[in-house]
Structure formats: structure tokens, C-alpha cells
């Protein structure tokens, strides 16, 4: 096996326990795939919905590693989500195209998730835009989640009130 296929396998097997379509008789409707951990953790049903805000100075492993398990998933619609669909810088002056504002959003989302960025973070902790974003697709999504101070976005949205949370430094 070799590291593109581990990592495939690794990241449907970290992944498969949040989507509820998951096909749990994978072995009994495709036989040839009895012991093949990928095609038995892809969700059946209707694509499954993934957000992913972008912001400016966002930290890009923050996006990218939880996108590179998402997206390998496959059967699900990852958006890449800001206020328009020009580029955002991150924290490292890499360019990212996001591929639907929050308008275009899907109203009802499996995920939710967003990234840590310090600097980026505070800066639009206020922003009535983003808050009432996160706030709205947060409050109907399946799973809403963060890495380090995207948690912090979180909390400015409501969205931690009543739970437990910590994030990183």
C-alpha cells in the first residue's frame, strides 16, 4: 500500500462515523468490495454537504488538512465559503478561491467547519455578515466544527453556548 492509498483508507475510516448515510451492508450490495474500507465509507444517499470558511489570514494547514479528508470521502459537495467569490489571502499570502459566497450556501449543511487564524479570526470575530452566516448555517447543521481559534468564531456566532470547548495556545 502506498501512502496515497493509506491516506485514502485513513481518512474515510476517521470520517465515516459522521455521515449517517454510511453504507453499513457495503459487503452484502457490492460483494467485491467486502473488506475495501473507502467504498464502505462512502455515504449513499443524497451528497452530503461540507462548508469550509474562508477568511482573510486564515491558517492554510488549518483548511487544507480537514479538506484533504473530506474531499477524499468522495459523494460529498465541498464548498469553499466567503462573503463573494473573489480570492482570499491566507495567513501565508497564498491565494484561495472560494467556490460559493454565503448567499449561494446550501441552507441545510452535514458540516460546518471552521479554520483557525488568529490574526484573520479577531479581525471578523464582529463582522455582522460572517457572525450572522455562521450563526444561521451553524444552527441547522448536522456537525459544526473548528481547528484552533476557529473556535473563536464559533463562539462570536452563539454557537458554543452550552458545550464545552477548547482550542489551541
Known sequence: ???????KVLGATLAAPLFPYSQANASESHPAHKHDQIHSAVPAGPPQHIAMLLY??????????????????????????????????????????????????????????????????????????VVDFLHDRGGRAKYVTSVCTGSL?????????????????
Open 1 to 7: 500500500m502506498n501512502r496515497r492509498e493509506f491516506s
Open 56 to 129: 482573510p489570514a486564515f491558517i492554510p494547514l488549518d483548511l487544507f488538512g480537514p479538506h484533504a479528508v473530506f474531499a477524499l470521502l468522495g459523494h460529498v459537495n465541498v464548498h469553499l465559503v466567503w462573503k463573494t467569490k473573489d480570492i482570499v489571502m491566507a495567513a501565508t499570502n497564498l491565494p484561495v478561491q472560494p467556490t460559493t459566497t454565503f448567499k449561494e450556501c446550501p441552507k441545510d449543511l452535514d458540516i460546518l467547519f471552521v479554520p483557525g487564524g488568529l490574526e484573520g479570526g479577531t479581525a471578523i470575530m464582529n463582522d455582522p455578515e
Open 153 to 169: 468564531l464559533l463562539g462570536a456566532a452563539g454557537l458554543l453556548q452550552g458545550y464545552k470547548a477548547t482550542s489551541h495556545w
